[in-house]
């Protein structure tokens, strides 16, 4: 049953009874909150995700509660929990719906062990997957947001998972975090596209969540085969530049901001050359979201 | 007189190589590293694994002393590498 498809109050009385699972990619949330926000935004966003039965195997449990004491009503706050572990300090009450977010990223790069995990968007196009690895502030976000609003599937905007010994890439299609000036900016690209409100200053600047297509949480199970390995880097005025980058280098590149490469050692080294091998690689400059675009569709034309 | 130092491969089977194109990247089971290095180490490495050379006939068998003008630096440049790969734990020098 999807999501969007049950009432309010339903969802409401689910997520307060800690019966609440929906499947998101490969894993399945249980997640607990009385956050009426938290609410209303996993109903606006989360809408085309399909709950589970309540009872069954979850892999991460989550927790929103409102600290004990003077923090219910003194500058409320709320804390994310999981497994009975809170591991951020607690957030303003009214930043529970990023929280949850950071806290849900936080577990699968924590814990998914069952995949290599590289710190990339990942998005397909007539059967090729690119993936856009980049560190924080390189315009990787505003630039998979823009893909996936000009017919690009969406399969992650955080997370490139693989499993080792296996060169499918698993979507995990979640919400866009478009952080400062690219809110802006995707709401003059892409003005159709529904987003949650801004928050401001959290730890990130400002922040609203981009719902990810229904079509690409469709298809959710259906893996992709990577092509393209572009490590972006947005250069405002500057021209679109496409930089053929070596395999070496790239492979490099791509194991340095994977989130578990060390710690699955030769294994993820092997899916690394596997990658590798089978994609072209290249350095990405841009300044204009358009072009970008252009750039990124005559790779899979 | 002072014997030159040998070098020679630590653990041939522990190095799990990946050749792409110009450069390899090399991974390491027992420290857990990866290594990129380019074509002049995969070939020292290769050299070194069966056996233990030293500057000289390491330099012979890459044949960097076929341009005179070059022969110091080049040998100079391969001197810097094996202590790189030494520093890397990759090679160790043998007393024998």
């Known amino acids: ?301 | 007189m002072k014997q030159p130092i040998r070098w020679k491969v630590v653990a041939p089977d522990a190095l799990v190589w990946e050749h792409l194109g110009d450069e390899s990247v090399l991974f390491d089971r027992r420290s857990g590293q990866t290594h990129l290095l380019p074509q002049i180490s995969v070939e020292c490495l290769a050299l070194m694994q069966d056996q233990a050379m030293d500057l000289e006939q390491l330099c012979e068998r890459l044949e960097v002393r076929s341009h005179p003008a070059f022969e110091n630096e080049a040998c100079e440049q391969i001197d810097q590498l094996l202590r790189t790969l030494n520093d890397l734990g990759l090679t160790v020098a043998v007393s024998e």
């Open chain 1, 1 to 301: 049953m999807k999501l969007g498809s049950i009432s309010r109050s339903d969802l409401a009385a689910l997520l307060f009874s800690g019966k609440f699972r929906v499947r998101i990619g490969p894993f399945c949330i249980r997640l607990q909150s009385d956050n009426v926000d938290v609410t209303d935004l996993i109903r606006q966003l989360y809408c085309d995700y399909q709950l589970e039965a309540p009872a069954g195997i979850s892999d991460y449990h989550l927790r929103l509660s409102r600290p004990r004491m003077l923090r219910r009503f003194y500058r409320p706050q709320i804390r994310f929990v999981t497994d009975g572990y809170s591991p951020f300090a607690p957030f303003p009450v009214d930043h529970a719906f990023p929280l949850f977010e950071w806290g849900l990223n936080w577990c699968v790069a924590t814990y998914s062990h069952q995949f290599l995990m590289l710190h990339s968007a990942v998005v397909e196009k007539n059967g090729r997957a690119l993936l856009l690895p980049a560190w924080p502030g390189s315009g990787k976000s505003t630039l998979c947001a823009a893909l996936v609003h000009r017919g690009w599937r969406l399969l992650s905007d955080e997370f490139g998972l693989l499993r080792p010994g296996s060169n499918a890439l698993i979507p995990f299609p979640r919400c866009i975090p478009l952080k400062n000036e690219s809110i802006e900016v995707m709401r003059d690209f892409a003005p159709e596209a529904i987003s949650g409100p801004v928050f401001t200053k959290t730890r990130k600047g400002s922040v609203a969540h981009l719902k990810a297509p229904a079509e690409s949480v469709r298809r959710s199970t259906e893996p992709a085969v990577p092509r393209f390995v572009v490590f972006p880097r947005y250069m405002p005025g500057k021209q679109a530049d496409l930089k053929p980058l070596p395999k070496a280098r790239a492979f490099m590149k791509l194991a340095g901001n994977a989130f578990n490469y060390e710690l699955l050692s030769e294994s993820g080294f092997q899916t690394v050359a596997s990658l590798i091998h089978s994609c072209s690689s290249f350095l990405f400059h841009y300044g204009d979201l358009d072009r970008a675009v252009q750039v990124m569709d005559s790779l899979v034309e």
